[in-house]
């Protein structure tokens, strides 16, 4: 499995204003993914990360509040923009390794965001 | 109806019990499942992946019923380090990487 880095793994932030996080694979893959878990739930997919394409993004989720760079095969970042108190959550980012259909994913350690 | 659906649990099991989670999902498309542990303040980790023939890993035994469209995990000799929670996840349209997550359902070991 790949090494998954993410920084900073946590931050507390004001509303208003936005907060890039950072995902580091040691490793070049192929799918990169941003998630979100809110408190006491589960996983839910933000988009996928493409590499020299913009990130595909899921219901619910918009470039202009969540933009995403992936500039290689090893990096990704989310932005969350114009924060408010809902955004409070842990931001995650996964890999995909294995063949199609089977692939699994990794997690990073997750960032922790705390908007005031 | 939720894509995926997981016993709520928790469950309180004494140290050597055998457990059984339970999951059901909706999309009968969905070609890949697995189970997902995650620690509390952790990011979740691929326990094992669930093939339709059923697959072991020592204590940790995982099936999946396609007609049913359910998937179970079963933890025999259960240990105090398996307190966790434990994630139904699933490929949602087969090809390609979206996965969809249940809620979990949380295991607690006691001696």
């Known amino acids: 499995s790949a090494v998954i880095s993410q920084k900073p793994s946590r931050d507390i932030c004001q509303r208003g204003t936005s907060l890039t996080i950072q995902c580091q694979v040691d490793s070049q893959v192929t799918m990169m993914f941003w998630y979100r878990q809110q408190p006491g739930q589960s996983l839910t997919l933000i988009a996928t990360a493409n590499q020299g394409s913009e990130a595909t993004y899921e219901s619910g989720f918009v470039i202009d509040k969540f933009p995403i760079s992936r500039p290689n095969l090893t990096f990704s970042t989310l932005t969350v923009s114009n924060m408010s108190p809902e955004d409070s959550s842990i931001y995650l980012c996964?890999?995909?390794?294995?063949?199609?259909?089977?692939?699994?994913?990794?997690f990073g350690p997750g960032t922790r965001l705390l908007v005031l | 109806r939720k894509e995926v659906e997981q016993d709520p649990g928790p469950f309180n099991v004494p140290e050597g019990a055998t457990v059984a989670f339970n999951c059901t999902y909706s999309n009968s498309a969905s070609q890949s499942f697995f189970w997902y542990r995650q620690d509390c303040r952790k990011e979740p980790k691929l326990l094992m992946s669930v093939y339709s023939s059923g697959n072991e890993d020592g204590r940790f035994t995982a099936q999946l019923n396609r007609a049913s469209q359910y998937i179970s995990l079963l933890i025999r000799d259960s240990k105090l380090s398996d307190s966790a929670t434990y994630l139904c996840?699933?490929?949602?349209?087969?090809?390609?990487?979206?996965?969809?997550f249940g809620a979990g359902t949380r295991l607690a070991v006691h001696p």
């Open positions: 996840v699933v490929n949602r349209d087969g090809g390609y990487n979206k996965l969809i």
């Open positions: 996964s890999v995909a390794t294995g063949v199609p259909r089977g692939e699994t994913q990794y």
